[in-house]
C-alpha cells in the first residue's frame, strides 16, 4: 500500500494529472456532457431499468406474501377436508398460488388427472405472469454494453479524423474522441452489471416461488386423491 502511495503522489505531480476536486453533482454533470450523443440511449437504458426493477422488485414481494399466505390456508383446509372453503379462499384471491390451486380445486370431482392437467395449464400462464419484465432486463444487459462499444467506435473515428484534418498528431486534437469512447465504453458495464444482479436475483425470487406452488399443489392433489379413495371404500 505505500508503494501504491508514492506511485500516486508521484503521479500527481505530473502536470495535467492533478484533478480538481468536484461534489458529485459536479461530477455527474461533467460525465454526461463529456459522453457525448451517445448519453441519451445510454440514459434511456439506466431510467428504464430502474423503472422496471422498481416495479418488479414491489410486484414480486406482493404476489410472494400473498401466495405463501394463501397456500398456507389451503393446506390447512385440505388438511381438514374443506374442499368448498378452501374452493372459496382460491376464487377470492388473485395471487398466482391461489390461481392455479383454484383451476386444480374447480375439477376435484373429474378425477385426479384432470386436476393435475389443470393445475399444469394455470402454472404455464402464472409462470408467464411473474416472468413478465423480465425480457427488458435481459435486454438491458446486452444493450448496455454494446451501446457503450458503439460510443467507443464512435468516439476513435472521431479521433482519427481529427488527425486526418490537421495532418499531424496531437494529444489535444485526439483527447475527446478517446474520452468519449473511454465514458461510453464504462457508461454502458455501468448500466448493465445491475440490470444483470437484479435480473438473476428475480429469476431466483420466482423460481423459489414456482417451488412452493408446486410443493402446495402436490399436497392438494394427495388430499383430493385420498378423499376419493375414502369415498370409494365408503361406498363399497
Not at 107 to 128: C, D, F, P, W, Y
Not at 160 to 180: P, Y
Request: aromatic letters at 6%.
Amino acid at each position: 500500500m505505500g508503494a501504491t502511495s508514492m506511485i500516486y503522489g508521484a503521479l500527481l505531480q505530473i502536470p495535467g494529472m492533478a484533478q480538481v476536486e468536484m461534489t458529485w453533482q459536479e461530477q455527474l454533470a461533467f460525465v454526461w456532457e463529456q459522453t457525448g450523443f451517445m448519453r441519451w440511449p445510454l440514459a434511456l437504458c439506466l431510467v428504464t431499468g430502474i423503472v422496471v426493477i422498481i416495479w418488479k422488485f414491489f410486484s414480486l414481494w406482493a404476489k410472494s406474501a400473498s401466495t405463501r399466505k394463501v397456500l398456507k390456508q389451503v393446506d390447512e383446509l385440505l388438511a381438514a377436508q374443506k374442499i368448498d372453503e378452501a374452493l372459496e379462499l382460491t376464487r377470492s384471491s388473485n395471487s398466482p398460488g391461489a390461481n392455479i390451486l383454484y383451476a386444480g380445486l374447480e375439477r376435484h370431482e373429474e378425477g385426479t388427472e384432470r386436476v393435475m392437467k389443470a393445475i399444469e395449464n394455470q402454472g404455464l400462464i402464472e409462470l408467464s405472469k411473474l416472468e413478465r419484465g423480465l425480457v427488458v432486463l435481459a435486454t438491458l444487459t446486452n444493450v448496455g454494453p454494446l451501446l457503450g462499444f458503439l460510443g467507443t467506435v464512435v468516439g476513435m473515428i472521431i479521433a482519427f479524423q481529427s488527425i486526418e484534418a490537421a495532418g499531424e498528431v496531437e494529444a489535444t486534437l485526439v483527447a475527446s474522441g478517446i474520452k468519449i469512447a473511454l465514458l461510453t465504453t464504462a457508461e454502458g458495464l455501468v448500466i448493465a452489471i445491475p440490470m444483470s444482479i437484479f435480473h438473476n436475483y428475480f429469476v431466483a425470487r420466482i423460481d423459489g416461488l414456482v417451488v412452493d406452488m408446486e410443493e402446495s399443489a402436490q399436497k392438494m392433489i394427495d388430499a383430493l386423491h385420498a378423499m376419493e379413495r375414502g369415498r370409494q371404500a365408503a361406498a363399497s
